[in-house]
């Protein structure tokens, strides 16, 4: 599930700060590729753990972790397909396209965060906090597993370009001004 949060992340930051058509697409082809091997490593994982929960004959999904974990992976089902629909409409279609990929944005940065908060949860569990090796226990108990996650959010939601939410598309990091002059770049 690590390889999940780490592909997944670097997926989100490789489309943050794009601007040129060619740097756009290049971001997606490489946020495509990231996103799709979070995805296979989301499922390989959910698999291995859900298959060694039958092997031990232990409950599944009672834990805030497990709750939120089957949540996590609806949820990325549901953003994977939205955005191979969006990516792989043609090109005639575009422009309606287009102002739907804000709601793929908008649920994807929601989605980033649920999936570090269950990271968190899953980081906090019995069998975590016994079975760990490489942290100490008194520290995945603590809050500093929290702000680190805290941070890393912090992080990336710095880096968002607001006006790239209502679907305008722009040369530079400044939103788009209203003013004729603009138009004619």
């Not at 946020?31 to 995805?39: E, G, K, M, N, R």
């Not at 698999?47 to 949820?75: C, P, T």
Request: aromatic share 14%; glycine share 8%.
């Amino acid at each position: 599930m690590i390889l999940f949060i780490i592909t997944m992340t670097e997926g989100i930051v490789t489309l943050q700060l794009t601007q040129t058509k060619q740097e756009k697409r290049q971001g997606l082809g490489r946020h495509a590729i990231l996103q799709l091997s979070a995805f296979f490593s989301a499922i390989i994982g959910f698999s291995a753990i859900f298959y060694n929960k039958v092997l031990l004959n232990k409950d599944h999904f009672i834990s805030g972790h497990g709750k939120l974990g089957i949540l996590v992976l609806s949820y990325l089902l549901l953003q994977v397909i939205f955005g191979i629909f969006c990516a792989s409409t043609p090109h005639r279609l575009a422009l309606p396209i287009k102002k739907l990929w804000k709601y793929h944005r908008i649920t994807g940065y929601i989605f980033f965060i649920l999936v570090w908060v269950t990271a968190v949860f899953g980081i906090q569990t019995d069998y975590m906090i016994t079975n760990s090796w490489i942290i100490p226990s008194r520290y995945l108990s603590s809050n500093w597993i929290f702000l680190f996650v805290v941070i890393a959010n912090v992080g990336i939601l710095l880096r968002l370009r607001f006006y790239k939410l209502k679907g305008q598309v722009t040369l530079g990091d400044h939103p788009p001004s209203s003013s004729p002059s603009s138009s004619s770049l």
